[in-house]
């Protein structure tokens, strides 16, 4: 059953891959959950593992990459150390959350997306964290900042510039 499966686009060349496409059907309903996986493994989506699935599942790389830009949890490019992402969901934008998005841009002199060419730094903008009570919120790594300011933020910043 196994042997069926095997992916030849990735046998022998990289374990992760080969184990993700022996543990999973190759049907298109796996897409999703595999590419969660390939997320959590990396860090990101590689262009390896888009067509490692695209000849798995056989599916158009197109469709794939469709997929992983429609999903916001979904990124392209490897994060930075420290991924620094503002809630811009409905109650943090009325409480300005634009305005620290704005200076972290600035600060950082990257868009949403990016990461900075030392790799220390990412911007990524998400919507409900579900930390509303705490509007406006940005978290760096997942650590929840509440009621932030800009303030705030290069205070946080500062902190994490001084750090290795
Ligand atoms: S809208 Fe920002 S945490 Fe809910």
Redesign the pocket.
Known sequence: MGETKRCPGCTGKDPFLEELCKKYEPIKDNLIQMLNEVQEHYGYIPTKAQQVLSEYLKLPMAEIYGVITFYSRFTLKPKGKYNVAV?L?????VKG?QKIMDRLKERLKIEAGETTTDGKFSIEET??????G????FTVNGEVYGKATVQKLDQVLDELDKKE
């Not at 919507?127 to 509303?132: F, M, T, Y």
């Open positions: 809630c969901g409905t109650a943090c934008f959350s919507r409900c964290v579900g930390a509303c705490l509007a406006p919120v």
